[in-house]
């Protein structure tokens, strides 16, 4: 592929030429997405007609290098354009045209009919054009009040309607490119410094200068934003934004560790194996680029309703000249078209509206996702990680011998202080926060799936389940068999202690639900949700005390299976009802595929982000809430831009049919009515808000510590 050329270039500027942008099947859109990408570039912009591309950025020579090296070679992304892109008009051609057209005035006549044919005669190609390939379309009805004022030989007004049909243009092009861009900020890099071990100094240096080999330090908090493997150090790391674990993993020397991992505990030196786009982490949003040219079903129907109004206008203005004989009259009726404002309000509302519900922690995977979140009646969560916060804690500590509350936990965590199991973590974690002092250990012994085994002053201690320490080990455990029996009762896991052959006491422990779970659901079955599901592999006795805690569910199934889980999503739906799925896992992928919208949690697994059609980049259920209500707040925004362009276009249209107005009033009032409409579904979407969300940044990232 052909290496682009530089033309110009500044400190922070370059300008390049790059052929295959005349390609049919190149990208603009996603070609721009990707160099925009780029750590350290700021803007670009792209001129598909001169095959250009400007690109602003932060002027250090990596990221020059980064740019030019971007291109080879591209994703095959970038050559599978299915609409192209309209050409963008330029406000300095505009100004050209405004002056032109003033300056008729000083001209022969015959001179000024020559010089407005010249300007009009795009707009009456493109009707032609329009006429023979796509039917009566609205450049038709443009083409006709131009032709008509031409004819009439009255050429100011036919160059002022061809001026305000392209100010038009211009400012409906603005207002998408303006919210498109703001998805775009969107997508930017979230770690802009790092810093390097260089001949044993460490050294703050900007991500796009960072190459292949280079010794990266990463410490607790810090995101990790290259893949590499540790050759020093070790820590806990968290990786559930890439593997979907709940809790923090060990790794040390040796270890490989993925791009987007957050360190939690310890320090450690990487040495990068992939930089710039081949990592993980700087892998493009490309569904959102995707998205944002998608159509969703009320766009499509905004746009057959549009086109079938046209041909009444074409009609009416035909018709009153049939009965009059009047041009005026027919080109001022011909310059009122319903289709331009209901169109464009579906787009621009949602696009703002996308915009603004990311800002709240919801990134929407385009206008048909939002326009299928707005239909949703019942909600499908996956318990663990959703509903709940897919970490143990400890609820009861139940000593049975000589051992106190403080003592049976100390002894427990002691025995696990080197296990890295879940049950482990919940317990040292308590131990923590009671400012515990834990005994000598020695001789610590794993049994996987059992418990383990240690000897803590001397004395040996078993920790695990009733199996393990009753039933392989022999304790007698039959002290603990009623509460035993009240702890499984509330969904709660046991823990068994034991030391020197007596049992010491009781752990029980269970995953908290979410503290704002119960107001959630509350307020999801009061804006409209009519029945909230609940789907989990837990078994049944964990499954009812989650019904208990949260009576706003409508229905519970457990010990379910992948597939179980998907099927159950499939009966809903053949019942008529519209769904949402929540989860976060890999196995929840084939629910949130089947749901109507699926929807993933931050931490969730990267195949549970890419199946979703909605992510909440919050760990809050708020942001569901706020998901949906933006969903519907847009679909009553783009209703209401409906009737109001019905109303207004209505009256100018009879208005023009009287006589009372003439055909450069008609198109002013028409043009004004079409940007007030799209200035409306703008502001209503950034300005709309939503109390009990959370505003955020698009710099907030969940893994940005």
Known sequence: MAAPEIVHELPRRLRLRWPPLRDRRSDPLYVQALLENIPGVTQVRVNRAAATLVLQHDGAPATRAAILARFDPLPGEAFRCFEPPQPAINPLNLAFLGLSIVSLRLLPPTLQGTISLLIGLPTLLAGADGLLNRGVKVEVLDAGAVGISLLRRDYFTANMIVLLLNVGEYLRQSSEDQTTGLLRTLLRPQVEQVWLEREGIEVRTPLAQVRTGDLLLCGPGELVPLDGTICRGDALLNQSSITGEALPVHRQAGDSVPSGALVTEGRIVIRVEAVGSDTGLARINRFLEQALRQRSRTQQRSDELADRLVPVTLALGGGIFLLTGDLRRAAAALTVDYSCAIKLATPIAVKTAMYRAAQQGVLVKGAQAFDQLARVDTLVFDKTGTLTQGELFITDILPLNHLDENGLLALTAAAE????????????????????????TSQVDFIVAHGVSAHVDGQQVLVGSHHFVAEDEGIDCGAAAEPAAAFAHQGKNLLYVSRAGRLEGLIALRDRIRPEAAGILTRLKQNGIRRIVVLTGDQESTARALLQ????????????????????????????????????GVNDAPALVTADVGISLPCGADLAKDAAQALLLQEDLACLATALDAARRTGKTIQDCFYTTIGFNSLFLLLALTGCIRPLTAALLHNLNTVGILGYCATRGLSASDPAARPTSPKDNPHDH
């Open 549 to 584: 805690a949260l009576p706003q569910i409508d229905a519970l199934h457990w010990e379910l299976q992948p597939e179980d889980k998907a099927g159950i999503v499939q009966q809903l739906r053949d019942q008529g009802h519209y769904t949402a799925f929540i989860g976060d």
């Open 417 to 440: 202080e080197h296990y890295a199991h879940p049950v482990a973590k919940a317990v040292l974690r308590a131990a923590r926060d009671r400012g515990l002092t834990l005994p000598a």
